[in-house]
Antibody
Framework: EVQLVESGGGLVQPGRSMKLSCAAS????????MAWVCQAPKKGLEWVAT????????YYRDSVKGRFTISRDNAKSTLYLQMDSLRSEDTATYYC???????????WGQGASVTVSS | DIVLTQSPALAVSLGQRATISCRAS??????????MHWYQQKPGQQPKLLIY???NLASGIPARFSGSGSGTDFTLTINPVQADDIATYYC??????????FGGGTKLELK
């Protein structure tokens, strides 16, 4: 069974940093690109970032470029999202997702809640 | 960026047909592939893939869900609607990357 389990969320002050992790199991992690998708409270879904299966390519939405870094450790089957210079508008639930083919996200984690507030 | 537009809400009676639409600001089709996908999200839960490439049912999804469309206009149909289907439905395009974009979601409500 494919499982994605996020961790590392919580309350953080504006301007500070936070790192999310996503532990994957039930599939060959290093065969798949991976992505982060966020959802602000009572809002819709927004793609945040994608990393290629080998980590050689990364893509970000404009609003997080230069502040967020997506990375992965294939030996540990773990995906990361380093979030720096956090803003109140980054407050959201962050989902780890597997874009299995042609951008189809066929597996999702349960989400990690991040609240940016003083 | 490709903008996807969905109606915010749809009220339907149990046992009836629900039709949820998604319109893209430009074509999301490449040759024979229509790169539009549908997800269901219930309150407090993560999204779940329902339909991929416009009309293909994801694994484990009941046959009362179906999808259609091409180019810029797509439809998710639920027939008949059951109580368990009350949720918010999102379309997502992967024709342009980055960014992948989602519609604003359609909340399916009981009439």
């Amino acid at each position: 069974e494919v499982q994605l389990v996020e961790s590392g969320g919580g309350l953080v002050q504006p301007g500070r940093s936070m790192k999310l992790s996503c532990a994957a199991s039930g599939f060959t992690f290093n065969n798949y690109d991976m992505a982060w998708v966020c959802q602000a409270p009572k809002k819709g879904l927004e793609w945040v970032a994608t990393i290629s299966y080998d980590g050689s390519s990364t893509y970000y939405r404009d609003s997080v470029k230069g502040r967020f870094t997506i990375s992965r450790d294939n030996a540990k089957s773990t995906l990361y999202l380093q979030m720096d210079s956090l803003r109140s508008e980054d407050t959201a639930t962050y989902y780890c997702a597997r874009p299995a083919y042609q951008g189809v996200m066929d597996a999702w984690g349960q989400g990690a809640s991040v609240t940016v507030s003083s | 960026d490709i903008v996807l537009t969905q109606s915010p809400a749809l009220a339907v009676s149990l046992g009836q047909r629900a039709t949820i639409s998604c319109r893209a600001s430009q074509s999301v089709s490449i040759s024979r592939y229509n790169l539009m996908h549908w997800y269901q999200q219930k309150p407090g839960q993560q999204p779940k893939l329902l339909i991929y490439r416009a009309s293909n049912l994801a694994s484990g999804i009941p046959a009362r869900f179906s999808g259609s469309g091409s180019g810029t206009d797509f439809t998710l149909t639920i027939n008949p609607v059951q109580a368990d289907d009350i949720a918010t439905y999102y379309c997502q395009q992967s024709r342009e990357s980055p960014p992948w974009t989602f519609g604003g979601g359609t909340k399916l409500e009981l009439k």
